[in-house]
């Protein structure tokens, strides 16, 4: 079965502060992994997706992730966060050829002006 | 382009009570599910779908029903409410590709509570 790990439960930064939140997964096969984001009030949306090739992906926001396949890790990072970043943050993994997105605890950011 | 609609919004339940949670999508999206979302353990998979007539369980189905006679609709019913079953619901859509749901859209869910 497939899993996901999030490392933090809540972050809390100043803006322009840099950010790293961390992700792992278990899986023993191919993957397809996630980063969703949700704001105060607003519906859950993708932030960005590694479905193959570069390792390095970009989002929207400024937001990038990378993928490590050596240790089953696909970080979110961000290097200067702002207050309109403040969300909850959700790491995802679609594993192989099954249909089911398995979704990570989640992360709460906080962003201080 | 009115997206995923999830009804109602609220709805409070007593325990034994049956009820309905409606979900529509007008992007012709084969893929649907439903999640639960509850405070410290993320979003949890319901039952999904991959295309009208097709239904599977995900990882939290019990006392959970799912049916998908069009495309467009994913209801999900909870046959006996318990007040475990007390969480905000989700229902999402994507346009699988192939084997994989590519990109979500999420409703903007239905806050349940059962007393």
């Known amino acids: 079965a497939q899993s996901v790990s999030q490392h933090n439960h809540h972050v809390i930064l100043s803006e322009a502060a840099s950010l790293e939140l961390g992700c792992n997964y278990s899986?023993?096969?191919?993957?397809?992994l996630f980063w969703y984001v949700q704001y105060p009030g607003q519906h859950l949306q993708l932030l960005l997706k590694?479905?193959?090739?570069?390792?390095l992906v970009k989002g929207i926001k400024g937001f990038e992730a990378e993928f490590i396949k050596s240790k089953f890790s696909f970080n979110l990072r961000k290097p200067s966060v702002q207050w309109s970043d403040t969300a909850e943050y959700f790491c995802?993994?679609?594993?192989?050829?099954?249909?089911?997105?398995?979704f990570g605890k989640g992360t709460l950011l906080t962003v201080n002006p | 382009n009115a997206g995923v609609t999830q009804t109602p919004k609220f709805q409070v339940l007593k325990t034994g009570q049956s009820m309905t949670l409606q979900c529509a999508q007008d992007?012709?999206?084969?893929?649907m599910s439903w999640y639960r979302q509850d405070p410290g353990m993320g979003l949890r998979l319901i039952h999904y779908?991959?295309?009208?007539?097709?239904?599977d369980q995900g990882e939290v189905p019990n006392g959970y029903n799912v049916s998908r006679s069009t495309t467009e609709d994913f209801p999900l019913r909870l046959l006996s409410a318990a007040p475990s079953q007390t969480s905000v619901y989700f229902c999402?859509?994507?346009?699988?590709?192939?084997?994989?749901?590519?990109?979500?859209?999420f409703g903007s869910g239905t806050q349940l509570s059962v007393l």
């Open positions: 779908s991959v295309g009208a007539g097709i239904t």
């Open positions: 995802a993994v679609n594993g192989g050829s099954n249909y089911k997105l398995t």
């Open positions: 999402a859509s994507s346009s699988s590709g192939g084997t994989r749901p590519e990109k979500l859209f």
């Open positions: 899986y023993g096969g191919t993957v397809n």
């Open positions: 992007m012709n999206h084969e893929y």
């Open positions: 590694y479905f193959s090739g570069d390792p």
